[in-house]
C-alpha cells in the first residue's frame, strides 16, 4: 500500500519568494512520485515526475523537486514565484508495479501576492 | 495533443435520479479512470479500466457503476444520485499497462455535479 502527505492545505508567498511545497509518502516498495498543478476550473496536468532515475527532477514552469529516500520526501520548489503560478498542487505516488494506481495527497493551495 | 473531453461542465440532478458522466479521450490510451475531488480530501479514485470491457474498482465505489463499451469512452453511473455525492468529478487516461506507472495522467477539465 502507498499513501501521500502534503503538509499545509494553504502556503502563502510572495511574488519573488522561494515556494517550498512538502510532499512525504509512504511505500512498500521503491516509488514512482509525481506532482501536479490544477488551474481553476480546469483539469490536473502534470508538473514533473520521479521514476527512479535522477533524484533531482526538473519539470514545467521552473519547478523542481527532489526524492530523498531517507526521509521519504519529494518536496516541490521554485525559486522565485509568479502570480501565475497561483494554483492547486497534488503529489502523488504509485507503486510501479501491477495496476498500481496513483494515490494523491490531499492538495496545497498556492496563494501568491504581489 | 491528448484531449480527454467530459461531456458536462456542470450538471444539476434530483435525489434518486440516475446520472449518467460522459468522457471521451482522442489518444488511443487503454487506461482510463474517475476521480472524484472534494476540498480537503484531495483526488480519491472510483473506478478505473485497463481495457475494453475491463474495470477495476478504486478506492470508493460504492454508489457508482462504469461502462466501457468502446476503448476511447468511459462512463460513470450514478444508479440513484444522492446528496453526497455532490462533488467534482475528473475523467483522466493515459498509455497502457506496461508502462502504467511511468505514463502521466491526462486529466479532462471536470464535471461539477449537484445533487439537491
Known amino acids: 500500500a502507498q499513501s501521500v502527505t502534503q503538509l499545509g492545505s494553504h502556503v502563502s508567498v510572495s511574488e519573488g519568494a522561494l515556494v517550498l511545497l512538502r510532499c512525504n509518502y509512504s511505500?512498500?516498495?521503491?516509488?514512482?512520485l509525481f506532482w501536479y498543478v490544477q488551474y481553476p476550473n480546469q483539469g490536473l496536468q502534470l508538473l514533473l515526475k520521479?521514476?527512479?532515475?535522477?533524484?533531482l527532477v526538473k519539470g514545467i514552469n521552473g519547478f523542481e523537486a527532489e526524492f530523498k529516500k531517507s526521509e521519504t520526501s519529494f518536496h516541490l520548489t521554485k525559486p522565485s514565484a509568479h502570480m501565475s503560478d497561483a494554483a492547486e498542487y497534488f503529489c502523488?505516488?504509485?507503486?510501479?508495479?501491477?495496476?498500481?494506481?496513483?494515490?494523491f495527497g490531499k492538495g496545497t493551495m498556492l496563494l501568491v501576492s504581489p | 495533443d491528448v484531449k480527454v473531453t467530459q461531456s458536462s461542465r456542470y450538471l444539476v440532478k434530483r435525489t434518486g435520479e440516475k446520472v449518467f458522466l460522459e468522457c471521451v479521450q482522442d489518444?488511443?490510451?487503454?487506461?482510463m479512470f474517475w476521480y472524484r475531488q472534494d476540498p480537503g480530501l484531495g483526488l480519491r479514485l472510483i473506478y478505473f479500466?485497463?481495457?475494453?470491457?475491463?474495470?477495476e474498482k478504486g478506492d470508493i465505489p460504492e454508489g457508482y457503476s462504469v461502462s466501457r463499451e468502446k476503448k476511447e469512452r468511459f462512463s460513470l453511473i450514478l444508479e440513484s444520485a444522492s446528496t453526497n455525492q455532490t462533488s467534482m468529478y475528473l475523467c483522466?487516461?493515459?498509455?497502457?499497462?506496461?508502462?502504467?506507472?511511468?505514463?502521466?495522467?491526462?486529466f479532462g477539465n471536470g464535471t461539477r455535479l449537484t445533487v439537491t
Open positions: 502523488a505516488v504509485t507503486l510501479g508495479e501491477g495496476y498500481s494506481t496513483l494515490t
Open positions: 511505500s512498500s516498495v521503491p516509488p514512482y
Open positions: 520521479y521514476t527512479s532515475a535522477a533524484t
Open positions: 489518444m488511443d490510451h487503454e487506461n
Open positions: 479500466s485497463y481495457d475494453v470491457k475491463m474495470k
Open positions: 483522466a487516461s493515459n498509455i497502457g499497462q506496461a508502462i502504467l506507472q511511468v505514463s502521466p495522467l491526462h
